[in-house]
């Protein structure tokens, strides 16, 4: 078993002291060159869990370590992507796929900042597009700017929130592959948050699933030894049965806060769908 590049062990937040927290004792590992999906019912905190395992704010309790160092602040090596690309307007396609580049802190001479900026964008299919604007992109080209601007930094892991979920079905899917792509062929690791189910059967090699309240991992799923290596066909007949047994999970993990829900133990995986993303045509009986 290869050393974690991220490890977080028993981390728990709470936004306000006295209020109960949003989640606790959470425990999780990301390996090299491995994708990790993080799935789990709508305001569980996986958000803020990935805030956490960022460096973009400290936990209540537990600790992170990239690498087996503490994490303080974002690490060199990771790069963060959300679902908002966060383009600056003033600047081309290049512009932003190099920015950050030009920190002093990285010590990256002129010309490694223009081959990084050339390649990435070569990486995401942009190098046609390097003197546009991000007005003038779609808002799939414009995630690919971002994933772009994230493999610049060649970072050993890459940390996503939902950034595909504003895509229509098609852009996602070719988004989904390309990211499968790209951190196997630059050796890297991702951890992505998404609500779609579907998504992460395709794209991880492992689905962590976050519930209850306080929420935790409840889940964990290997689906290279179950589907084979990603990216996947969502055909595979191998992937409705498992998506069936995640949806009956988070069922079983419901928040029965969780608005309209009566959704609490015993529910099937059907009713669930009406609320999570999920094609729930493609839905076998559960018994
Ligand atoms: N800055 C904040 N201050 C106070 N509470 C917050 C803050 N950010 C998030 N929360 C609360 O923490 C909980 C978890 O939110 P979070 O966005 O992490 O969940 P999520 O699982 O990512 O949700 P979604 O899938 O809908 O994006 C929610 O109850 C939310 O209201």
Known sequence: MPTPLLAARGLALNYRR??????TGVDLTVRPREIVALVGESGCGKSSLLGLLAGLARPSAGAIQFRGTPVQSTPGEVAVVFQ????????????????????????LPRAERRARVAAALTDVGLADHARRYPHQLSGGMAQRLALARALGRQPALILLDEPFSALDAITRE???????????????AALLVTHDIDEALRVSDRVLLMGGRPAGIVGEWDLVDALGPAPRERHLPRILGLRAEILD???????????????????????????FSFDPIALPETP
């Open 174 to 188: 070719a988004m989904q592959a390309l990211l499968t792509e790209l951190v196997h062929r630059h050796a890297s």
């Open 249 to 275: 999970a988070l069922t079983r993990h419901r928040s029965p806060a969780f608005p309209g829900a009566g959704l609490g133990a015993g529910a099937s995986a059907r009713d669930a769908a009406t609320s």
């Open 84 to 107: 908002d690309p966060c383009l600056l307007p003033w600047l081309s396609v290049e512009g932003n796929a190099g920015f950050g580049l030009g920190f002093r802190r990285l010590g």
């Open 18 to 23: 006295g209020a109960p927290p949003v989640f």
